[in-house]
């Protein structure tokens, strides 16, 4: 299981103390929310605010774009090579155009999907992209419980995406008391929020989570 650390979660302010001390062992990916304030009622930060996290930090960002017409967007976080660039499957209806230029950056490609949205929408974009984002939560809303009905999504995206290397990851109320069984499920990539940064150590946080999931599998 890879943890990709929500810093939404957290204080901006306090993220040129807390970044620099992210271990890389436990904290695969920094997960950053664009939000505009159009697809979804909340804004939250855009290019500045990431640019400024690539600086801070060596692990790899991971672009969450819950923007209306991400093609009119995406370019501007390319030049912070991020690992992914995600954007939403009901945002866009040049998904296959959008993926292609991503790649075309040298980033991996996501789409998302919202808790109402059947995996099933995405079948025909497969060959195109590198992750499944499931949401757990309704996007724009920092603080929702787990939909449990996502373990169901999960498992659905994992056998749809069977045959083509890609990644499911799941971002929306992920803590310790699920996150066996949304690793069981056949989830990647957790993005994890509160369950990092509201006491304690994020990175030991990250490691607890891990450890969870291992002692699972072994």
Do not use: W
Not at 44 to 63: N, Y
Not at 66 to 87: A, C, G, I, N
Not at 134 to 160: C, H, N, R, S, W
Not at 172 to 200: H, Q
């Amino acid at each position: 299981m890879k943890i990709s650390a929500s810093i939404l979660a957290t204080k901006l302010t306090q993220l040129g103390n807390i970044l620099p001390e992210f271990q890389s062992t436990s904290i695969d990916y920094i997960h950053m929310d664009v939000m505009d304030g159009n697809y979804v009622p909340q804004i939250s930060f855009g290019e500045a605010i990431t640019q400024e996290v690539s600086q801070l930090t060596k692990i790899p960002l991971d672009v969450h774009l819950m923007v209306s017409k991400p093609e009119d967007h995406f370019r501007k976080y390319l030049e912070f090579k991020p690992s992914y660039v995600t954007f939403h499957q009901e945002t866009t209806n040049f998904g296959v155009r959008l993926s292609d230029e991503i790649r075309k950056a040298n980033a991996k490609v996501g789409v998302s999907i919202n808790p109402m949205t059947p995996v099933s929408s995405l079948k025909y974009l497969l060959p195109y992209i590198d992750l499944i984002l499931i949401m757990t939560v309704d996007p724009g809303f920092y603080g929702q419980k787990f939909i449990q009905g996502g373990l169901d999504k999960i498992k659905e995206a994992k056998d749809l995406s069977s045959g083509f290397d890609i990644s499911i990851e799941v971002d929306g109320g992920v803590n310790e008391t699920n996150i066996r069984s949304i690793s069981e499920a056949g989830a990647d990539i957790c993005v994890v929020g509160a369950g990092l940064f509201k006491v304690g150590d994020p990175s030991e946080n990250g490691k607890k989570l891990k450890d969870l999931v291992r002692s699972v599998s072994v």
